[in-house]
């Protein structure tokens, strides 16, 4: 298991702050990401994009300036970004998914 992976399966992002006193903001997000929606679905990491949930709907988690080109030609393919109040098709804030947990 990679150190990425390792991270993902702690779930908790202030763990992260323990084995690195500068975590990667991208493994911050996805850490975060992951944590919420890992707890009433199923995630696996996909060939394509950052986590695929209970097998249909794929992921890409970034800043605010993240864009579709991981997912392109992906129909169920969404951008999440951190730093947006609001999001707009298939860009959707990273906050909003605090409100699954």
Known sequence: MGFFNLLISLYNTNLMH???PHPEAGTVRETYFAS????????SMPNQ????????WLFEVGGK???FKQIKGIEDGY????????GHGKKIPLWLFGLLY
């Open 18 to 20: 323990c084995l690195t």
């Open 36 to 43: 919420q929606v890992g707890v009433g679905h199923k995630l």
């Open 49 to 56: 994009g950052d986590l695929l949930v209970d097998g249909k």
């Open 65 to 67: 300036s993240k864009g």
């Open 79 to 86: 951008v999440v970004s951190d730093g947006i109040d609001i």
